[in-house]
Nanobody, 125 residues
């Protein structure tokens, strides 16, 4: 059973950076595509970035694509979300999720089987 644990969230000021980690156990990540999602209070969970099982293919949504980067290290069984130039609207709980389709780069939350518990990101001055 794959388990995912996010870390790296916190309170930062606008313009600062954070790197979120999604550490996996129970299975190897090369068999799974991974997505990062975020959810702000009162909002639906939205997809931010996706990476394939191999890590060679990725996609970051347009509204953060020049500030966020997703990377995957299958040897260490971990996925990162580098977030630069953070803004108040980036605040929320960030989740990583895995789908057993390693070729998928998908936004639909119902396609993901495994979820972490989330890590809080707060951007405030």
């Amino acid at each position: 059973q794959l388990q995912l644990v996010e870390s790296g969230g916190g309170l930062v000021q606008p313009g600062e950076s954070l790197r979120l980690s999604c550490a996996a156990s129970g299975s190897t990540l090369d068999n799974y595509a991974i997505g990062w999602f975020r959810q702000a209070p009162g909002n639906e969970r939205e997809g931010i970035a996706y990476v394939s099982g191999s890590g060679r293919t990725s996609h970051v949504v347009d509204f953060v694509k020049y500030r966020f980067t997703i990377t995957k290290d299958n040897a260490k069984n971990i996925v990162f979300l580098q977030m630069n130039g953070l803004q108040s609207e980036d605040s929320g709980v960030y989740y990583c999720a895995a789908t057993p389709n390693p070729h998928a780069l998908i936004a639909s939350t119902d396609q993901y089987t495994y979820w972490g518990q989330g890590t809080q990101v707060t951007v405030s001055s």
